[in-house]
């Protein structure tokens, strides 16, 4: 595919990323809290699979709830996903946890630990 190709995708993978972003914020699951994020979104081109960056703040058992949460949701955010979105196929989701905000905040935490000890 040519450069029209990367364009549809990306423009594909915002629209996924901004739909997914509010269907994941209005979940009703307990397991999934509301400080979980879509970071980033990967839609194959065939438009059949689509992994989801997740970030949630919490402790390991909290994420791993969240990730329990979202997998056994993924039936009913693909559907939503469908409704709102006018794809011709509406991809298989697959969610990944994604540990890079935590990790910015600890090692910010360090960082101000360093330059004002008590």
Excluded: Q
């Excluded at 058992?61 to 949701?73: N, P």
Aim: net charge neutral.
């Amino acid at each position: 595919m040519g450069r029209k190709g990367n364009n549809r995708i990306t423009r594909i993978n915002e629209e996924v990323k901004h739909e997914l972003s509010y269907i994941i914020r209005n979940l009703k699951d307990p397991r999934v809290p509301a400080l979980t994020s879509v970071i980033d979104i990967d839609v194959t081109t065939d438009l059949k699979h689509c992994k989801i960056y997740i970030s949630v703040l919490g402790t390991d058992e909290e994420v791993e709830a969240a990730k329990e949460g979202l997998k056994h949701s993924s039936g009913f955010i693909r559907r939503e996903l469908a409704s709102r979105l006018n794809l011709r196929n509406t991809p298989e989701l697959h969610f990944v946890m994604d540990h890079s905000i935590e990790y910015g905040i600890k090692m910010s935490k360090l960082i101000d630990d360093v330059n004002h000890p008590n």
